[in-house]
T-cell receptor
């Protein structure tokens, strides 16, 4: 079974631009969560989507948004990029969301550099 | 407010010995805990999990212990191998927010031959 895939793997943008990252979950997984990893803040939860609906949201500004499609693929968008948005963005998928215990399986991440 | 804490940034262990990684949490609503292993420039790899109804879970060389009264969990790796060298993250979730994991800052484990 193929794992979680993320595209692109690396991205360089300049301040003020916007960026869209893509995530394809493991086949059959319906929940997709996004995380930001930086050296100073560690791994921080951005948001989670399940059945095309945002189910949970972390403490990030409105410049960070996402969506999920009917095939469970997800995208996240960051508008008006700031230098501090430079990070590894990780996507994780799991079978279900909300009730019950579900391991999350992570993709390799997208390394975003903002200049 | 760091709800999940890994107070040891690094740990060095001899090959064949036991590695013990610790994690503390403050939120009493957490009822599911996971350990992940991470190499640089890769996503975390799931290792083992435990729900709050248990106090121990084993999978091969990996055992996780949960002490709910102390809000503490630990990961034991026996025997440690050089390939175990990586950063280990503890994560927690509340049942009503299953898709939201709160991570500790990580512990870098180095297993020396």
């Amino acid at each position: 079974k193929a794992g979680v895939t993320q595209t692109p793997r690396y991205l360089i943008k300049t301040r003020g631009q916007q960026v869209t990252l893509s995530c394809s979950p493991i086949s059959g997984h319906r929940s997709v969560s996004w995380y930001q990893q930086t050296p100073g803040q560690g791994l921080q939860f951005l948001f989670e989507y399940f059945s095309e609906t945002q189910r949970n949201k972390g403490n990030f500004p409105g410049r960070f948004s996402g969506r999920q499609f009917s095939n469970s693929r997800s995208e996240m968008n960051v508008s008006t990029l700031e230098l501090g948005d430079s990070a590894l963005y990780l996507c994780a998928s799991s079978l279900t969301s909300g009730q019950g215990y579900n391991e999350q399986f992570f993709g390799p991440g997208t390394r975003l550099t903002v200049l | 407010d760091q709800q999940v804490k890994q107070n040891s940034p690094s740990l060095s262990v001899q090959e064949g010995r036991i590695s013990i990684l610790n994690c503390d949490y403050t939120n009493s609503m957490f009822d599911y805990f996971l350990w992940y292993k991470k190499y640089p420039a890769e996503g975390p790899t799931f290792l083992i999990s435990i729900s709050s109804i248990k106090d121990k879970n084993e999978d091969g060389r990996f055992t996780v212990f949960l002490n709910k009264s102390a809000k503490h969990l630990s990961l034991h790796i026996v025997p440690s191998q050089p390939g175990d060298s990586a950063v280990y993250f503890c994560a927690a979730s509340a049942n009503n927010q299953g898709g939201k994991l709160i991570f500790g800052q990580g512990t870098e484990l180095s297993v020396k031959p």
